[in-house]
């Protein structure tokens, strides 16, 4: 049974960092490109990053470009989302996904999803 577990959210003020975990269980993705989404109260999910497989292929959402920082590790089955210079409208559950490629994790579909983990900013 596959499983995606998220780590690292929590409470941070406006202009910090959070590092977010996402670790892969029961089966290995290669050839699959893992993501991040999140979803703010009120509003639809929304594509943050996602990266391929070898690392070669990165898309991130305008509104975090320059910002956050995805990156994977495969020996480990584990993709990460470093988050610097946080704003409060960053604030959501951040989802973890693995989907078949980055251009498709960019339109929302994915073939798993985590269960999320909440990251508040504090003005």
């Known amino acids: 049974q596959v499983q995606l577990v998220e780590s690292g959210g929590g409470l941070v003020q406006a202009g910090g960092s959070l590092r977010l975990s996402c670790a892969a269980s029961?089966?290995?993705?290669?050839?699959?490109?893992m993501g991040w989404f999140r979803q703010a109260p009120g509003k639809e999910r929304e594509f943050v990053a996602a990266?391929?497989?070898?690392?070669?292929?990165?898309a991130y959402a305008d509104s975090v470009k320059g910002r956050f920082t995805i990156s994977r590790d495969n020996a480990k089955n584990t993709v990460y989302l470093q988050m610097n210079s946080l704003k409060p409208e960053d604030t959501a559950v951040y989802y973890c996904?693995?989907?078949?490629?980055?251009?498709?994790?960019?339109?929302?579909?994915?073939?798993?999803w985590g269960q999320g983990t909440q990251v508040t900013v504090s003005s």
């Open positions: 996904a693995v989907g078949i490629g980055v251009g498709v994790l960019n339109r929302g579909q994915a073939d798993y």
């Open positions: 029961g089966r290995t993705f290669t050839r699959n490109a």
């Open positions: 990266v391929s497989w070898s690392g070669g292929l990165i």
